[in-house]
């Protein structure tokens, strides 16, 4: 069994500064390619931020100098770092991860989603 969690969203001002993280757990043998979505209401779930297992990141052009995506590979977790959030930033954020387990099966994994609200 393969869980990811999410955690730190909340409430937040225009032009402030959330911290998302997400932690994979279970019986993994391998955490590969990581990444955030966000769903906002009444739109299509659309890609934030994706990082390679050797680190090498992409951005969605909304999220180019503004967020910034990371990894921590021996503790199986991913940073989202936002700063300057705009209302427009407001959804249901999302952790992906493709993992092998150790019964060696490959999958792609979701978390629960976080919400994030812009507003002042």
């Known amino acids: 069994q393969v869980q990811l969690e999410e955690s730190g969203g909340g409430l937040v001002q225009p032009g402030g500064s959330l911290r998302l993280s997400c932690a994979a757990s279970g019986s993994i043998f391998s955490v590969n390619d990581m990444a955030w979505y966000r769903q906002a209401p009444g739109k299509q779930r659309e890609l934030v931020a994706d990082?390679?297992?050797?680190?090498?990141?992409n951005y969605a052009d909304s999220a180019k100098g503004r967020f910034t995506i990371s990894r921590d590979n021996a503790k199986n977790t991913m940073i989202l770092q936002m700063n300057s959030l705009k209302p427009k930033d407001t959804a249901v954020y999302y952790c992906n991860a493709d993992i092998i387990s150790r019964s060696s099966e490959y999958a792609s994994y979701w978390g629960q989603g976080t919400q994030v609200t812009v507003s002042s």
């Open positions: 990082i390679t297992r050797d680190g090498k990141s």
